[in-house]
């Protein structure tokens, strides 16, 4: 901050000789930064004054709102600049997000080996190892030699996500191995990339869904990895800093999951009331829907509960440790089966370990509801009876509910998340009243 500080003396001194010598010596995504926290006319005065070497690297790091302000407010030229400067992946993002007229204005004006680029992942699914991808890769054929591997490395490493694993293909382009960089350093000049490189390849079918993308660099450790079609065709790369925004935006979409939530791709700040408002909206009213059975079961048992009315004070203190029950089960099952800790075939292993669980944690509530339900509360040991075994029971069906319907879900197809909370606990709901009454009836005889 204390930096921050000393180039804002600069820009109010208007020292901007200065302010650009310093920002050359930054990094880009500290100098991002700095920039995000001006107004839009002086962020973009600033991001005019940066060399133009490190303008499309500081570009990548601010976020799409900014993007966009600068974008739009620069030349048609300078703004092909830009865009022939970013790696091809981080241009098809701004591209998807931008207005079609200004996509049209940038794309006219971009070179076409960044149109045919950009084109090129755009035709990919959304949320697939393709749409994710970059086509800026060092691919060496298995004929050379290491020194003319290397010379290849110097004329195209400058444009490349990474020069760290090169891809080496036939002459088809199929991907036949890998060769690190060190490798190369530390090999004869004369030595052939065929004989050196590493053959056994863990690679990424373009159509893979995104999140799957992330498990396997989770379980190989690796910082980039290749991405071929289905003829094994090599057409790009994936590296680690796409697997974090990958593995930020599935953790989102199942945090909005879990709380009946429709995923938004827009930040919270760049989304209207009336886009939260639909994506709410129709589980809010789902839920709402769903909820009238709890009424209407109650409206049934009305008798029971004019007959004894103390009973109406516990409904609450159920149903709410019902939600809760279920919702641990769900949420911990949920994030099983996304880490592939949990397969469908493990149910009966999950449901028996979830019902040892809820045995103890249903006798220890109820032991100490008993207690208080006698000593503070001074009902009847009859009362406090049903109370207690109805809150036995339901954190047992809790349980089993929470564990089994995300498992069902996946094995359908659905995304687990969805089986989470709101839903659970609309399911407990009804069936903890439904529980409480029958054993109300049974044993109070009402």
């Known amino acids: ?27 880009d995504a500290d100098i991002a930064a700095f920039l995000e926290q001006m107004d839009d006319e002086k962020m973009l005065k600033i991001f005019r004054i940066l060399p133009k070497s490190m303008a499309a690297d500081v570009f ?51 070179s076409p080996e960044t149109r045919r680029d950009i084109n090129h ?40 996500e990474t020069i760290n694993i090169c891809y080496v293909l036939d002459s088809t382009r199929k991907l036949k191995g890998t060769v690190a960089l060190r490798y190369l350093l530390l090999s004869k000049d004369d030595d052939i990339i065929g004989e050196i490189m590493h053959e056994n390849v863990v690679s990424i079918n373009t159509l893979m869904d995104q999140e799957e993308v992330a498990r396997t660099f989770q379980k190989y450790d690796f910082t980039s990895m290749p991405v071929v079609d289905n003829e094994d ?22 945090m909005e999951k879990m709380a009946a939530i429709v ?17 709410r909206m129709p589980w809010l009213l789902l839920l709402m829907i769903s909820a009238t059975f709890t009424g209407s079961i109650i409206a049934g048992f009305e008798d029971a509960l004019g007959a004894l009315p103390v009973l109406v004070a516990y409904i609450p203190m159920l149903m709410d440790t019902g939600g809760n029950a279920g919702g641990q089960a769900s949420v911990t099952v949920i ?19 979830e019902f040892r669980v809820a045995v103890l944690c249903g006798v220890s509530l109820a032991a100490a509801n008993f207690v208080k339900l006698l000593f503070f509360d001074r009902v009847s040991v009859m009362v406090a009876l049903v109370v207690c075994l109805t809150l036995l029971s339901a954190v047992l069906m809790a349980k089993l509910v929470g564990c089994t319907l995300p498992m ?35 044993v109070l005889d009402i």
């Open 121 to 160: 992942l755009l035709r990919y699914p959304e949320d697939s190892a393709g749409s994710v991808m970059t086509v800026e890769y060092v691919d060496l054929n298995e004929d050379l030699t290491v020194k003319q591997a290397i010379d290849r490395i110097r004329s195209i490493g400058i444009d490349s």
């Open 263 to 279: 995923p938004s791709d827009k930040p919270y700040m760049r989304t209207s009331v009336f886009e939260i408002w639909g994506k």
């Open 335 to 353: 994030r099983g089966l996304s880490l592939n800790e949990i397969e469908f075939r493990d149910v009966l292993k999950v449901v028996w370990k």
């Open 408 to 442: 069902l879900a996946k094995k359908m197809g659905f995304d687990p998340a969805v089986m989470a909370s709101p839903f659970i606990t609309t399911i407990v709901d009804a069936l903890s009243l439904l529980v409480y009454f029958a054993i109300a009836t049974r």
């Open 60 to 110: 990548s790091y601010l976020e799409f709102e900014n993007q966009s302000s600068i974008i739009t407010s620069l030349s048609e030229k300078d703004a092909a600049n830009i865009i022939d400067n970013l790696m091809a992946d981080d241009a098809t993002d701004l591209i998807e997000e931008m207005p079609a007229n200004v996509v049209k204005k940038l794309l006219a004006n971009a």
């Open 1 to 27: 901050m204390e930096d921050f500080e000393e180039l804002n003396e600069l820009i109010e001194t208007k020292q901007y000789t200065r302010l650009r010598q310093e920002l050359a010596d930054m990094n």
């Open 233 to 254: 065709r090599l057409v790009g790369i994936i590296t680690v800093d796409d697997v974090v925004d990958i593995i930020e935006e599935e953790a989102t979409e199942d």
